[in-house]
């Protein structure tokens, strides 16, 4: 059985295999249909547009039937259990892609279903989004291990999954935002065991000197608190001023929905630097590689 959890349960071989396949869907060069024939479901507890509509169209053109389960249609909102909902499902579907709450359901339904299963964000992680970033990435500005990354604001689900690709690829990660947003100890810890070079730094301006990539999310993810959010983040937004620190050939990149005047300004989300739609755009590409991989071994 083969799921896209996190990226972290890959080795680096695979996934660029994976993002090759990503770039070679893009360029219109794969025309076999690994899908053919199989019904996909999709189940969504939290909002999605780009998910919710690259995975139906990823999915059909590749061959395969897409299933949209919105959660509270079906009977696990009304307590049936996860593991009963993922027995039943692997019945009839030949895989699932789940956007859940939290992390503990999109791992118990892998654990108990017999279907691969892939991780369409959770509370912990966006392996999905960070494919798409790298196939992006590499697209504008070449090989992944030269790049630093500089992360603004909230240490995310999104942010998660960034650490997870430093470790495997090798590029400088710095993350600025306030203290008690960082991202857990533990995903750190693992990640400098890993090699990666990760730094933390508590002023914008440390983080964007030279980097080639600065990208941020949104301050306040589905499911969190506004509490004092706004304020703390305040000095992590990225700017035009931050932007001129950068490399000059620097990209700024954001999974979105964006909040311009929070996380980002207009000049910046809206300005020449910006790839947030063909970040967006491949999403489709970088998803229907990581089904194909998954569904057919000839990938
Ligand atoms: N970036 C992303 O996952 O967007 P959606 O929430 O719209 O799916
Ligand atoms: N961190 C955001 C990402 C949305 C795609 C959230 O979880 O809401």
Known sequence: MRHFLDLRDFDRDRLNA???????????????????G??????????????????????????????M???????????????????????YLDGVMIRALSHDTVAEFAAEGSIPVINGLTNLSHPCQIMADLQTIQAH?????????????????????????AALFGFELRIAGPEAYRPPAHLVAWARAEG???SFVDKAE?????????????????????????????????????????????IFMHCLPALR???????????VQSVVFDEAENRLHAQKAIMAHIFDDNF
């Open 18 to 36: 994976m993002l090759e396949t990503a770039a070679q869907m893009k360029a219109g060069e794969v025309s076999s249909m690994p899908l053919a």
């Open 206 to 250: 440390i983080a964007a000197k030279d980097a080639t990539v600065l990208v941020t999310d949104v301050w306040i993810s589905m499911g969190d608190d506004e509490g004092n959010r706004l304020q703390d983040m305040a000095p992590f937004q990225v700017t035009e001023t931050l932007m001129s620190l950068a490399a000059p050939d620097a």
């Open 38 to 67: 199989k019904s996909i479901g999709m189940i969504f507890e939290k909002p999605s547009t780009r998910t919710r509509v690259s995975f139906e169209v990823g999915i059909r053109q590749l061959g395969g039937t897409p299933v």
């Open 141 to 165: 500005l070449g090989a992944l291990e030269h790049q630093i990354v500089a992360w603004f604001g909230d240490g995310n689900n999104v942010a998660n999954s960034w650490i997870e690709a």
């Open 261 to 271: 005047g929070q996380e980002v300004t207009a000049e910046v989300i809206d300005g």
């Open 196 to 198: 990666a070079n990760i």
């Open 69 to 91: 389960l919105a959660a509270q249609d079906l009977q696990l909102g009304r307590g049936e259990t996860v593991a009963d909902t993922a027995r039943v499902l692997s019945r």
